[in-house]
């Protein structure tokens, strides 16, 4: 196998060499615990309160509303269930969508168990979610929106500052808190928590170029929170536990160079994207998921008849490309892709589903391969598959 | 996640293909589930004489088909019907346990074929 072409930016990224380089120092050199009183744990307690500033400017939030935590699921986890727990005697609805990521789903779904009420909102074919729906479903009982900002699966981008005018005025003075879901959203869009209208946001930091097992919760001040995870008075009192400081570092470091990349990120990787998917729809009977221009810069994602997609992964590691898929058979479900068949994609479609995420390093040459290689793939799989022979 | 012999049976199947003159003919799954195997046998004389696979679905899938395909050639019906799901797994150096119910269908899809031709059999 020659040089890996690394097209799963949205499963995860490469720690940036600047992200590296700055968090080094802090698992031995500087490897105090922020709580202690003598100058190594204040220069590590002086680091962390550094990311937090440099976190709050890109979120143009005060640094305060910042929580670290162990990454974007750990981040969905707590904002559902600190507001609704919390507001749990003003009303038990929370309203999501039904395209969120499993670590938003499930937690709905949990709470369902513990009996809170929920609205799963449907989306239209190219995974939109419409922002009249959100004011439809809110009731008297309602305490919680969660809508993510981007899909991770096709890319689609929600209109987050839209919903969030809708909820306000429907709200009609009554505190309805307005959570999304940022993680895949984080170095291609704008995540200032004002102009997106959110009273809470997740991030992720291993999806832009940070350490895996660290991520952010913003919690606009004044909000409904209650703590989760109870110890020691970390984070204001509202999440327990001695700080990751490398990662946190990390976090920092990766965010705000992300933030500083971001146009170019989006010029970059937008120029792949749409050659990649000019390219690769030239296959017969293959089609482009997601929204053709409310979309991810550096999501390009399809499906192709007659073929599984695990099947198409395999082929493409042996030339050395890595990418995804929504197929049953690519996780321990025997469902396939939630996203996809919400779309309305067949589910026996859903199972050819197959997904390339950009990043800055990837090349035209890498997107001319994968055009190259991947018609031959689809072909020699479908001539092995009996549904092509039946249907054409 | 995959065996080596599951590796190159997905790389290099065996006897894809379907057979135009087939005395019979069996599928198991469904394409909701993601794994369709489809599988055409050739009897002569109570033995199966040749065999080919058309299949849809993951790595496991079209490597149990190729597996199942090599291990029938020449056997009798009576030792094909004998040969399970679990036997085709084994002789590929086992299964992930996630694939061993959704895509480990292909000696179903070769029973059913026999079932076929011996019903086709009845028939005439």
Redesign the interface.
């Known amino acids: 196998m020659g040089k890996l072409i690394y097209l799963d930016h949205a499963a995860t990224t490469p720690v940036h060499p600047k992200v590296l380089e700055a968090m080094l120092p802090y698992f031995s050199a500087k490897f105090g615990n922020p709580s202690s009183v003598y100058t190594l744990a204040q220069e590590a307690r002086q680091a962390v309160e550094t990311a937090r500033t440099q976190v709050a400017e890109v979120l143009g939030s005060t640094p305060r509303e910042i929580i670290f935590n162990s990454g974007g699921t750990e981040s969905d986890n707590t904002a559902i269930k600190a507001v609704a727990f919390a507001q749990q005697k003003l009303g038990n609805h929370i309203i999501t969508s039904v395209v969120e990521h499993h670590a938003v789903l499930e937690t709905v779904h949990a709470l369902e168990k513990m009996g809170f009420q929920a609205t799963f909102l449907p989306v239209d074919k190219h995974g939109l979610v419409n922002p009249d729906d959100v004011g439809r479903a809110i009731t008297d009982k309602t305490t919680l929106v969660s809508i993510m900002l981007a899909n991770n699966e096709v890319g689609t981008i929600e209109p987050i500052a839209d919903i969030a005018k809708v909820i306000k005025a429907r709200a009609k003075g009554r505190k309805i808190a307005f959570h999304t879901d940022a993680v895949q959203g984080a170095g291609s869009l704008d995540l200032n928590v004002d102009k997106l209208g959110v009273d809470l946001l997740s991030l992720s930091s291993h999806k832009f170029y940070g350490p895996k097992g660290v991520g952010v919760l913003y919690v606009r001040r004044g909000g409904p929170f209650m703590t989760w995870q109870h110890g020691g008075s970390q984070e204001r009192n509202r999440r327990a536990g001695t700080e990751n400081v490398p990662g946190i570092v990390g976090t920092a470091a990766g965010l705000k160079l992300a933030e500083e990349n971001r146009e170019a990120f989006n010029k970059h990787c937008s120029a792949l994207r749409d050659r990649l998917i000019v390219g690769v729809t030239k296959i017969e009977r293959s089609y482009v998921t997601g929204h053709p221009t409310q979309r991810l810069a550096n999501n390009a994602s399809f499906y192709f008849e007659?073929?599984?997609?695990?099947?198409i992964l395999?082929n493409l590691d042996?030339e050395g490309v890595a990418a995804s898929s929504g197929?049953?058979?690519?996780s321990?479900s025997?469902e396939?892709s939630h996203v996809l068949t919400s779309m309305g994609v067949p589910?026996?479609s859903a199972?050819g589903s197959v997904r390339f995420t950009l990043g800055l390093e990837n090349t035209q040459e890498e997107i001319d391969l994968i055009i190259s290689i991947l018609p031959g793939i689809v072909s020699r799989l479908r001539?092995?598959?009996?549904?092509s022979?039946e249907k054409r | 996640m995959y065996s080596d012999m599951v590796m190159d049976h997905f790389k290099n199947p065996r006897n894809v293909g379907s057979l135009t003159d087939a005395d019979g003919i069996g599928t198991e799954g469904n394409p909701v589930c993601g794994d369709i195997m489809k599988i055409y046998i050739k009897v002569q004389g109570n033995r199966i004489t040749d065999v080919k696979f058309q299949t849809f679905g993951c790595g496991a899938a079209i490597a149990t088909s190729s597996m199942v395909t090599e291990m029938v050639k020449g056997k009798t019906l009576e030792e094909a019907m004998v040969i399970s799901n679990k036997a085709v797994a084994e002789a590929l150096g086992g299964l992930p346990a996630t694939k061993m119910h959704c895509s480990n269908l292909a000696a179903d899809a070769l029973h059913r074929a026999i079932e076929d031709y011996q019903a086709k059999q009845k028939v005439a």
């Open positions: 007659f073929v599984e997609g695990e099947s395999l042996f197929s049953a058979c690519t321990a025997l396939p589910v026996e199972h001539a092995m598959s009996p549904l022979a």
